[in-house]
């Protein structure tokens, strides 16, 4: 019988004295480490909120408060927010029927690419 694993492909990198890193190098030596933290915490660890994020509001509030906490996502992501944050509801009432409106506050991992620049 064979078991799905889905483990990541990566390579240690290796460095020898003398040896002159470049960006590469150092970026591929961070991948690395990145992909076995991920990889512990999906096989180790569930999914979900392990600390904080608790959201606040009140019915008919137009924006709820949501705690700083830490998160892993399915993937094994480790998902921080440091600050409290205050966010808007979005302005529906009620659905075509009449009914009232659910809705999902999510949090999402951004990839490396999709962060602003530092200066």
Not at 31 to 38: A, D, K, N
Not at 53 to 78: E, S
Not at 95 to 117: C, H, I, K, M, W
Request: with cysteine; net charge negative; aromatic share 6%.
């Amino acid at each position: 019988m064979t078991i799905a694993t889905n483990l990541p492909l990566v390579e240690r990198p290796r460095f020898f004295d003398g040896e002159r890193l470049t960006a590469d190098d150092l970026l591929d030596s961070q991948t690395y480490e990145r992909e076995l933290r991920w990889l512990h915490n999906r096989c180790l660890h569930r999914w979900g909120i392990a600390l904080g994020l608790a959201v606040t509001g009140a019915r008919g509030d137009k924006t709820v408060a949501v705690g700083a906490g830490y998160a892993l996502d399915c993937r094994g992501r480790d998902l921080i927010v440091a600050d409290a944050l205050t966010l808007q509801v979005p302005p529906v009432a009620a659905d075509e029927n009449g009914d009232p409106v659910r809705y999902l506050l999510t949090v999402s991992f951004e990839e490396d690419d999709q962060l602003p620049a530092e200066t």
